[in-house]
C-alpha cells in the first residue's frame, strides 16, 4: 500500500506559531525529509518528537526525491520540511513535489507560515494583486534582466534577501525601477522585528547608516500610472551627455535624467553609453 507525503508548514521565528496539527503529523510520519537536518532536529526536540531524518537540500533533492517516493511506495509516510516557514516556495521542496505529481504518491498540505505573505500583510503596500519573486540572482547580467523584466509591472512584488546583498540590492532596485515606495521586513515573528515602509532612496540611507541583520523580505510597491514621457529616450539620453559635459559622472547624470523625464536609469544609461560610442565613431 502507498504511503503519503506530508508538505508541513514550520515556524518562520516564534515556535509558538507552530500548528497543532504539524506537530502530530510529525509524531506520526515514519521519517521527516529536511532542508538542513540540523536545523529540523532542533524543532523536534522542542516538541519532544524523535524520527529519522533524510537531508534533501539544494545540491542532492533530485537523487534524494527519488529515494524518499520508493520508500512511499513501499507504504511509508513521510514529512517534508524546510528550515522556515512552508516549504516548496522558492525551496528545493519544489522538485520533490513536481516528482511526486509524475509518479503519483498522494500528496497532503499541512499549512503553516509563509515568510512572503505574513510580510504583506504588515508591509502597508497593496494587497491585491502581487507576485513573489523569491531571490535576485547573484548574477549581474541575470539579476538585471529580472528586474528589467518586472520593471513596469503594476502589482507589489516581494522579494526575499540576505543581509549581506541587501544594500546592493536596493541600489538595484533603485536603478531599475525608480524611487518607489518599499517595505522593508525584517525577523518576521523574532524578538527584534522591524517593518520599515519608506521609498527606495531612504532605504538605502537608512542601511547605510544601519548595518543589516537578521534575514529580509522586500515588498515594493508596482509600477505608478504615470503620465507618458515628454521626451523620447534619445532627448532624455541627450540631456544625460549634457550633464556629463558638467561634470556629473555617466551614472549620476542617467539618474538625474531619468528622474527628470520618466524613463529607467538603465534605460537612459544604455541609450547615453550609445551616443557616446556614436560620437567616438564619427569622431
Known sequence: MTGTVYIVGTPIGNLQDM??????????????????T????????????????????????????LM?????????????????????ISDPGEVLVEECHRRQ????????????????????????????EGFLSVSKK??????????????????????HKLKNTLR????????????????????????LLCDLQQAIAYFEATPPKGEFVLVVEGCPKTKEPSLTLEQAAELAQSLCAEGKSPSAAAREAAAQ??????????ALLERSQQDVEQG
Not at 510520519?29 to 529536511?34: C, E, K, L, R
Not at 525601477?177 to 515573528?189: A, F, H, M, P, Q
Open 19 to 36: 500548528s497543532p496539527r504539524a506537530v502530530e503529523t510529525l509524531r506520526t510520519v515514519d521519517f521527516i525529509a529536511a532542508e538542513d
Open 38 to 65: 540540523r536545523v529540523t532536529l532542533r524543532l523536534l526536540n522542542h516538541f519532544g518528537i524523535k524520527k529519522p531524518l533524510v537531508s534533501c537540500y539544494e545540491h542532492n533533492i533530485r537523487e534524494r526525491s
Open 68 to 88: 524518499v517516493i520508493d520508500r512511499v511506495l513501499n507504504g511509508e509516510s513521510c514529512a517534508v520540511v524546510t528550515d522556515a516557514g512552508m516549504p516548496c
Open 105 to 132: 504518491v498522494p500528496l497532503r498540505a499541512v499549512p503553516g507560515p509563509s515568510a512572503a505573505v505574513t510580510a504583506l500583510a504588515v508591509s502597508g503596500l497593496p494587497t491585491s494583486r502581487f507576485s513573489f
Open 142 to 163: 541575470a539579476r538585471r534582466e529580472h528586474l528589467e523584466e518586472i520593471r513596469d509591472v503594476r502589482h507589489t512584488m516581494i522579494f526575499y534577501e540576505a543581509p
Open 172 to 195: 538595484d532596485l533603485y536603478d531599475t525601477l525608480g524611487n518607489r515606495r518599499i517595505s522593508v521586513v525584517r525577523e518576521l515573528t523574532k524578538i527584534y522585528e522591524q517593518v
Open 261 to 270: 523625464t520618466g524613463f529607467s536609469k538603465s534605460a537612459v544609461y544604455r
